[in-house]
DNA sequence: GGGAGTTGTGAAAACCTTTGCATGAAACCC
DNA sequence: GGGTTTCATGCAAAGGTTTTCACAACTCCC
């Protein structure tokens, strides 16, 4: 078995400046410790010359912290989970943090996995990005088990969308801005609103199906079964679903799309149908992406903060970090808007 | 400083199990050593039972390899590299890696700063998604020194676009992508083609204006000083970037954009300023990102297998760790083809 | 039935840092 | 000028694995 090349150790670098290890671990470690100029000269010196990287694995064995994040998100390459990691990243990057970023593809096996390996890891925190799966999921005790042993064993989490597993969060109230969107449609006059929904399998799709339910009945309105069509959360999921939707129900007139990927697919589904949008239809999703306001017509949309979302996120694992005692399970909850556009 | 709870180590299982450290890791290490089927079990269980799980820190530090690769990106929410990095997460996590996301957002100082800290960490290899900075810019040679370390510790490295340092690379052919766009459009005949080329900093975007100037010297076009615009990578950048151009170049009827968000943005310009796209201007990018065919009209662009870009560039860094005998300066060249839709 | 392999296990050394304790020197106080 | 802080540094013990070496117990072969 192949050994990667040895790059010098610490002790090198001691010998070079003619102090012992445990000194040039106190210059380097940057703590305000007692040095002497001279010596600090001569540890700093040494390192340059050597061009000396201090190894963060022994580092992290020794004082039992790891500099490193784990954003788990659905798929990176949406890019509502791309502006939110990129949040993530700004932060901890700022403070001398690494994020590693686990795409579960909506497949509880692979989430399983990488929380095993961030466990082995033992990573500083992890951010919860999208849902959870819902809990009757024959996965879903193993999953609570999981983020149960990474607390045990001292990581910090914080969720940025509901999970199986109570845990702090930072987070939109999803069931207010599904009705946030219905209500927007209903002041547009529009009555036979159609939903598609996202997987089965995500609370989020869940809680934005109940809000899209709760939103029609206290505005008077009997949503119809076929009104609801429940898709995955990509764009061509989208596209097929509102395919679907609008073969089965025609006669509605507006379509509420659980997230702004769906939306997008939907826009091209009614065009494909030879209804125009916003004359023959409306769409609104939740979201906010950075594509929207390209497209014509532009999607009006519930935007979400993503990129502060996750800037909070990473400043909230930070935060505790340095203070434990602030282990509470806070919640915060960040305000969402309509933005409205050309689509209704 | 607080300390993280202290997770249980293999001495524990050791004891449990009534053997000694040094057979739990040979159960657990899955190397086909001679263990006694009945040590196993008892080992096994003792691990099952207290929820044991290795410190990868430990084992890595032993075993000088780490788990982690990482990807260096020029934005993670540009759906672009979003692709990629799902194409390395995919091979990676399937054997057992863990993969870390640094957004350099073009800022040299970002970029060194991640290189620093993947190198601190000790990380197996390191893709390079997007081009490297230009040589003539003034981190360009401490870019290239850090690149140097980095493999001298033993990094593995593979690049996706150009990178100011020599490396083994998966990649497309830019200047023949750029080509083709500029061919296509020539045989749609198109004469008056604009190009709205990427940042100045980055290798990528010469590249593609190379590849521009040359398609339209050989198809015996002179290109006009105005007909070039130089912009970010982004779709706001495409939007006024396009819409620059059409204003400092009336004439032209065709955008040859270096990147899909600039041809997003340019199409959302071109109905701005009153202009139908493909009847008034033609419009094509590179990449073939996910959104192109919900577009309307639907982006032609040159696609690029961002998919199996990722993948490639993982199994490459995953069969050299294996092999390292096999430390060749390979480079493999991905082919590249026009998909055309609605826009030209 | 004695040597040669094979198999299963443990002790101990490495991997590279950090940090608590100890020591010695210098500075300060009355 | 002796006692008390403060400063600067070294020693050695963690931290949790893997791996080499050694050893003992089997199996096998003629």
Known sequence: MPRRARPLSIVEVAR??????????????????????????????????LDYS??????????????????LVHDISDPYFGEIASGIEAVAGDSGHVVMVCNWLLEPERLLRSLRLLRSLRVAGVVFCGSGIVPEHPLGGETRRLIDLLRRDGARMVALAPQPAPMPSVM??????????????????????GHLAGPRILL???LRHEGYLRAMAESGIEAAAP???????????????????????PEITAIFAANDQLAVGALAAAESAGRSVPSDLSIVGIGNVPVLP?????????SVPTR???????????RRRQRPELETQETQTLAVGLTARQSV
């Open 308 to 318: 502060t979302l996750g800037e909070e996120a990473a400043r909230h694992l930070l």
């Open 54 to 71: 201090p190894n963060a694995l022994a580092r992290s064995l020794a004082t039992r912290r790891t500099p490193i994040l784990a954003a």
């Open 204 to 206: 989020t799709a869940a």
């Open 16 to 49: 070079q400046a003619k102090v012992s290890p445990a000194t040039v671990s106190r210059v380097l470690g940057g703590q305000r410790k007692h040095i002497a100029a001279q010596t600090r000269q001569r540890v700093l010196a040494a390192a340059a010359r």
């Open 172 to 193: 939109i109230d999803n069931r207010a801005a599904a009705a946030l969107a219905v209500r927007h449609l209903v002041e547009h006059g529009h009555r036979a609103i």
């Open 294 to 302: 390209f497209l014509r017509p532009g999607l009006s949309t519930v």
């Open 227 to 249: 009104w609801v069509e429940w898709a995955g959360f990509g764009m061509l999921d989208g596209f097929e679903g509102a395919t679907r939707l609008l073969a089965a129900a």
